[in-house]
C-alpha cells in the first residue's frame, strides 16, 4: 500500500547515446555567456560575472514535434551546449570540475521572448518567459568517454534549412569548468542536474510549424518541429 496521496510524477529523463536514461534533477542555464549574444540583447559583456535562471525538470523534450507555447507572440530559439552533471559537489575548484560530467548534449533553450522584455522593464523574475512547458528540447547525452570534453569546435542552428546561429565553443565568455566551480559555490550541484552553457549571437523569433535543427561538432544534434 503506498502512503502517496496523489501519484508521484514521473522522473523526467533524457536518452543516452548507445543505450540508457540520464535522469533529470534540475536545469539550470546561464545567460548571456556568448558576447555577440549579449551586445544583440542590450547587455555589456566584460563587466558581469556569470548568472544563472533555471527551468523545471520537466521541461525536457526529446520529441521530433514540440508544442508551440502559449501565451507568446515572439518565440525566439537559443542553441546551446548542454553539460550532464554525473557526480555532485560544491565549491568545486575549477581544475577538477570536468571531473563531475557525465556526458553532453546539443539543446535549445526556446523563450518567450515578449514575456522575458516585459519581465525585464518591470523588474520582475524570468520564470514564465524561460521555464515552461516543453522549453528545453534536447538530444541525445552522449558520455564524456566517447566526446572528451568539447572546448571548442562548432556550434550552429538552422531554421527551415536556413542558418540563423553559426559560431563556436571558443567564443564562450566563461568555460564548462569555469561555469561549474561557478555555480557550485551557489547550489550544490547533484547527479541528474543539467547545464545550459549560453546561445551564440543570432536569435530570432519562429513561428508555428517551423523546423529548428541544431549541431554542435562533437557532440551531437538536435531536431524538431514547432507544433
Known amino acids: 500500500m503506498s502512503d502517496w496521496v496523489i501519484e508521484p510524477p514521473e522522473l523526467p529523463s533524457v536518452s543516452v547515446a548507445g543505450g540508457g536514461r540520464f535522469p533529470v534533477r534540475r536545469i539550470f542555464c546561464v545567460g548571456r555567456n ?3 549574444h ?7 559583456p566584460d563587466r558581469e560575472p556569470p548568472f544563472f ?3 523545471p525538470a ?7 514535434h514540440v508544442p508551440f507555447p502559449t501565451a507568446t507572440r515572439s518565440l525566439h530559439f537559443e542553441m546551446e551546449l548542454v553539460v550532464a552533471i554525473g557526480r555532485g559537489g560544491q565549491a568545486i575548484a575549477i581544475e577538477q570540475a570536468l571531473e563531475h560530467v557525465y556526458g553532453y548534449a546539443a539543446g535549445v533553450d526556446l523563450t518567450r521572448r515578449d514575456l522575458q522584455d516585459e519581465a525585464k522593464l518591470l ?7 524561460k521555464g515552461f512547458d516543453a522549453s528545453a528540447p534536447i538530444g541525445l547525452i552522449v558520455p564524456t568517454l566517447q566526446t572528451g570534453h568539447p572546448a571548442c569546435g562548432r556550434i550552429s542552428l538552422s531554421v527551415d534549412d536556413a542558418i540563423k546561429q553559426d559560431g563556436t565553443l571558443e ?3 566563461w568555460s564548462v569548468p569555469e561555469i561549474i566551480a561557478f555555480l ?3 547550489v550544490a550541484l547533484a547527479p541528474g542536474d543539467l547545464i545550459f552553457t549560453g546561445t551564440p549571437d543570432g536569435v530570432a523569433a519562429v513561428e508555428r510549424g517551423a523546423r529548428i535543427s541544431g549541431s554542435i561538432d562533437g557532440v551531437g544534434t538536435v531536431s524538431f518541429q514547432l507544433v
Open 34 to 36: 556568448y558576447a555577440a
Open 53 to 55: 535562471f533555471s527551468k
Open 184 to 186: 557550485s559555490k551557489l
Open 171 to 173: 567564443d564562450m565568455i
Open 38 to 44: 549579449a551586445r544583440e540583447m542590450g547587455a555589456d
Open 123 to 129: 523588474r520582475r523574475p524570468w520564470d514564465m518567459s
Open 58 to 64: 520537466d521541461a525536457v523534450i526529446s520529441s521530433d
